[in-house]
């Protein structure tokens, strides 16, 4: 077939930000009728794509032709009037308003009040939809907000219809529901644009697949011929590097978490379900994962920025600490670094010797009768960017002026030389240099060396594989079994981070 | 030729205190424009304005008057601000804490006690504190606005003084006014200069904002204030309990409103009246952002703020202008430093047409 045979086909779609080529040359097409599934790691450009398809970028080059007509999709207003409908991973929903009344604000059509009602009514019966107009939507499930959102886009008949990770919300029975929906969509000819990275439901639902990594196509494929492990490999690559060593003296355990569970707070958390490790002392501890599937939340719970319900769940050199906060868990001997720099970990507009402050308390002594000890701080600060080779202009200058790189260091410095007996962080080398990358790992490796038991949670897995010595995956909540890198293959994990149960037979780490 | 604002890499420290510069010079146009607007010549009633009233030391000493409880609730304010916590409702914390504090010479009348003023401070605090302490308790425990809260508070403080001053608390002696028996000298802030009724409360407001100065740069309590401010996430990192801030910066902004209020009763105005504030509290809002809030800023802001409480009863005597001017001063003032503030932030770019419909293409 050619460009003008597809419903949709976008031609050698490139666009660029600042630092990362998020789509590189993309070729890409979509048939009437037909679901078509986006799958890709977080940071692979699927987003990206979708969103040049519904004019919230433009691309840098390419051509999008659009039932065989070349077209630029100026805004979602343009691509809502040409006929694609988007729904999005979170919804834009009024709690206060009725469901009607939501769908009235989205929905440019000269229909109102019960005749609106009559039209929501037929459309969700139309398609098994089941949605009361005159609920309010504060009251619905997640499952139904969706499916407002859905019949707002149903309402304006698409013939384009993109899902941004729909079931990322849904419990596995709204799920099928939803699948139920989108397949008799697909038979009245309607297009689905399924973006994922759950390998089974792409492989039971999705006719063609697409897939992506680092801003390219990788392959086309379909995904009911192909093996969920065969996709996981596409999707995650084979680049993985096998571990260098891994006979390793650990020791006893230091830090421990027991059956840690929490029920999200809305629908953007991520519920936590009975999440159990141990790490020893000179250990490295690998949690992976695509992002989104708890790791933030169980962040905020190992570093104590958010309480668990009882003692138990954690516990330092077997001294429970559920239950308090982050400086009882500082003088514990624990030390973190969360995923964002900027905003979370230091303060940017900030200058170093203010940002040791944030964590540096006690080891180095930086407050006198509640006053604060600048000089014991700059010489902190200054050590700090000394042995971690810190480049800045100054310790007095904002944090916000290093780079992301230099920042990084920073951080990684001033919480490993507190000496901590926990280390834990999140994401350490997300978006910076090669250089700074290789020093903060062997900086973390260093700190194992000398007996502190680490926690890395990252979506690196050449980041995991070089670092540590077991890893678990996190998928919606739940953290698998621990493997020992050198158990591993990227089949297992690509497997666990789309969230496919294996049955393990080889060497399931039990060293403690 | 259209303008395009671009985001600057980091804030501009420079344009953070240039702004308050421009926010003044385009209040000092845009007044002069409404001058010339209500018929009057605009030179001399800006000089009217501005510099007839500082033009002796009397003068000098009613400005530092005026200045000194602005400051006083400025720096208080400014803390909160930092914070992100929105207390709109200093005036009616200044109130309670006037009343509060003038209980006791109301009923010690006689008393000569070396102790009386002292007292009336701590209670004057102690008021400004409890009523703070409402919106504290209300968005802490019920996380209700404290932009709301505060400020209606105000609209109950004042009938509570109100109610007090037109009924228990009324002069027997005094021919029905609603006011209050007029202080016994024990309980009266000294003058520190004769000639002028310059009192000891400037220098309490002097001392109060340079404490605050070092409190807030040099402690670990105003440390976390700051970080709290400026990234939400980093004072989570750190260990900060958002809710305790809360209480602090309530607390602390009450106390100091409630001690400029009994300042005030128990300095120029020596009994309990049912206005004993030109809306002070409210003004301090404006002094506190054009101070940057920042003590030494605050300082000079609030001498700005208090010059136009003055030039505003000085255009109304000599020119016959309603009084209200003042308020449309100060309202211009923060207008103005509102939006300049947006130039911290960003830089104009001056784009011809040909290169902007390029951009738009993009």
Redesign the interface.
């Known amino acids: 077939m050619s460009a003008t045979d597809y419903l949709l086909s976008m031609q050698g779609i490139t666009k660029a930000f600042p630092g990362v080529v998020a789509n590189d040359s993309i070729d890409f097409e979509i048939a009437e009728g037909n679901i078509h599934a986006l799958l890709g790691e977080n940071g692979a450009g699927k987003s990206t794509l979708v969103k040049i398809i519904y004019g919230y970028y433009s691309a840098d080059a390419g051509t999008m032709y659009w039932q065989g007509e070349p077209v630029k999709v100026s805004s979602p207003a343009h691509a809502r009037q040409m006929g694609i409908g988007m729904v999005f991973q979170h919804f834009s929903l009024f709690d206060a308003m009725t469901v009607r009344e939501n769908i009235e604000l989205a929905v440019t059509s000269r229909k109102k009040g019960l005749e609106l009602a009559d039209e929501i009514r037929s459309v969700s019966d139309t398609y098994g939809l089941e949605l009361d107009p005159d609920r309010d939507v504060f009251s619905l499930s997640v499952g139904e907000r969706q499916r407002v959102e859905i019949v707002r886009c149903l309402l304006q008949s698409p013939k384009l219809l993109i899902m941004d990770e729909p079931t990322s919300v849904l419990t596995p029975q709204e799920a099928d529901k939803l699948f139920a929906v989108l397949r008799r969509l697909a038979d009245q000819g309607c297009a689905v644009l399924y973006i994922s990275h759950k390998l089974e439901e792409i492989r039971i639902l999705c006719h063609q697949a697409t897939i992506l990594r680092q801003g390219k196509v990788v392959t086309r494929c379909d995904p009911t011929q192909v093996g969920t492990q065969e996709l996981a490999e596409m999707m995650i690559g084979k680049s993985l590097k096998p571990p260098t060593s891994n006979a390793k003296e650990t020791g006893e355990v230091v830090f421990s978490v027991r059956s840690l569970s929490r029920s999200a707070e809305n629908e953007r958390n991520i519920s936590l379900k009975d999440i159990s490790f141990d790490v020893c002392a000179s250990e490295v501890f690998g949690i992976a994962g695509v992002a989104g599937n708890g790791q933030t939340e169980l962040m905020g719970m190992l570093s104590g920025e958010v309480l668990a319900d009882q003692e138990s769940t954690v516990s330092i050199n077997n001294v429970d600490c559920g239950r308090v906060g982050v400086q009882a868990r500082r003088n514990l001997g624990m030390a973190s670094v969360p995923e964002e720099r900027l905003g979370h970990g230091v303060v940017g507009n900030m200058s170093l010797t203010e940002n040791v402050f944030l964590s540096g308390h006690k080891k180095y002594d930086l407050s006198r009768n509640l006053l604060m000890h600048f000089s014991n701080a700059r010489t902190y600060s200054q050590k700090i960017c000394d042995e971690f080779d810190v480049r800045h202009s100054g310790i007095h200058v904002d944090a916000s002026s290093l780079s992301g790189g230099n920042l990084q260091k920073f951080l990684m410095g001033r919480e490993i030389l507190q000496y901590p007996a926990v280390m834990i962080a999140s994401q350490p080398t997300w978006g910076i240099d090669a250089g700074s990358q290789a020093a903060i790992h062997q900086s973390l490796l260093n700190l194992a060396e000398n007996g502190a038991a680490v926690v890395v949670i990252s979506q690196d897995l050449d980041e995991l594989m070089a670092l540590c010595d077991r890893i678990s995956v996190m998928f919606a909540g739940q953290l698998s079994e621990s493997y020992s890198v050198s158990s591993l293959t990227a089949q297992t994990i690509g497997l666990l981070m789309g969230g496919a149960r294996i049955e393990v037979s080889q060497d399931v780490e039990n060293a403690n | 030729m259209p303008i395009r604002l671009v985001a600057r890499q980091?804030?501009s420290r420079l344009m953070t205190w240039l702004t308050p510069i421009m926010a003044l010079v385009l209040s000092l146009i845009a007044g002069s424009i409404v001058f010339s607007l209500l018929g009057y010549p605009p030179l001399t009633s800006l000089y009217t304005f501005f510099l007839a009233p500082i033009s002796d030391l009397y003068g000098v000493s009613e400005l530092i008057i005026k200045a000194a409880p602005l400051a006083m609730i400025a720096v208080g304010l400014s803390m909160g601000f930092r914070a992100n916590v929105w207390n709109i409702g200093a005036e009616g914390q200044l109130t309670i804490g006037a009343v509060v504090g003038s209980a006791l010479p109301i009923y010690f009348p006689e008393s000569g006690n070396a102790l009386m003023l002292p007292a009336m401070l701590v209670l004057g605090v102690l008021g400004g504190m409890a009523w703070a302490s409402i919106p504290a308790f209300l968005k802490t425990k019920m996380n209700t606005n404290e932009i709301l809260t505060s400020l209606l508070l105000v609209y109950v403080a004042v009938l509570v003084l109100s109610t007090l001053v037109h009924g228990p608390w009324r002069d027997p002696g005094g021919f029905n006014f609603p006011e209050s028996v007029v202080f016994q000298d024990a309980a009266l802030v000294p003058g520190i200069l004769s000639g002028t009724r310059l009192h000891g409360g400037t220098i309490i407001a002097l001392l109060v904002v340079l404490s605050v100065w070092i409190l807030f740069s040099?402690?670990?309590?105003g440390?976390q204030v700051?970080?709290a401010g400026?990234?939400p996430?980093?004072a989570?990192?750190?260990?900060i309990?958002f809710n305790r801030m809360v209480w602090y910066v309530l607390l602390g902004a009450g106390g100091l409103a409630g001690l400029a209020g009994i300042i005030e009763v128990a300095g120029p105005i020596g009994q309990l009246q049912p206005i004993i504030s030109p809306g002070y509290g409210f003004s301090a809002i404006i002094v506190a952002f054009l101070g940057r809030l920042h003590p030494i800023g605050i300082l000079f802001a609030s001498l700005v703020l208090a010059l136009s409480y003055l030039g505003g009863e000085f255009v109304q005597i000599k020119m016959g202008l309603p009084l209200g001017i003042a308020g449309v001063f100060q309202g211009m003032l923060l207008f103005f430093l509102l939006a300049s503030d947006v130039l911290i932030n960003y830089r104009v770019e001056w784009r011809t047409s040909r290169t902007f419909g390029r951009a738009g293409t993009?």
């Not at chain 2, 040099?218 to 309590?221: K, L, T, W, Y």
């Open positions: 980091t804030h040099r402690s670990v309590a440390f700051r970080v400026l990234a996430s980093a989570r990192y750190t260990g309990h993009e």
